[in-house]
């Protein structure tokens, strides 16, 4: 099994950055691609960002440009650096990983899941 344990949400004004960490333990070497979806109140879960093994990444349209997904394959570990926030990236943001290796916006694909981290951007 793996386990997933996000940290870094928070609250944080609209134009301001935050950084989301996501940290890996267990059958790592399991692990391939890793992604980062969100849920806001209401709202299906929805796909931000995503990377492969070698560092492949696909994002959302709503957020390219302002997010930057990045892995540390050493330390397990999958960032999310969100710059330019607006009050419509308030959700909660989950970190999951997939034993496959391609960096794909399909929640299907992904095996493992965090509990989430709160993420409300003010106005």
């Known amino acids: 099994q793996v386990q997933l344990v996000e940290s870094g949400g928070g609250l944080v004004q609209a134009g301001g950055s935050q950084r989301l960490s996501c940290a890996a333990s267990?059958?790592?070497?399991?692990?391939?691609?890793m992604a980062w979806f969100r849920q806001a109140p209401g709202k299906e879960r929805e796909f931000v960002a995503a990377i492969t093994l070698s560092g492949t990444t696909s994002y959302a349209d709503s957020v390219k440009g302002r997010f930057a997904i990045s892995r540390d394959n050493a330390k397990n570990t999958v960032s999310l650096q969100m710059n330019s926030l607006k009050p419509e990236d308030t959700a909660v943001y989950y970190c999951?990983?997939?034993?496959?290796?391609?960096?794909?916006?399909?929640?299907?694909?992904?095996?493992?899941w965090g509990q989430g981290t709160q993420l409300t951007v003010s106005s």
């Open positions: 267990g059958r790592t070497l399991s692990i391939y691609a």
């Open positions: 999951a990983a997939s034993k496959g290796d391609v960096a794909l916006g399909y929640a299907s694909l992904y095996n493992y």
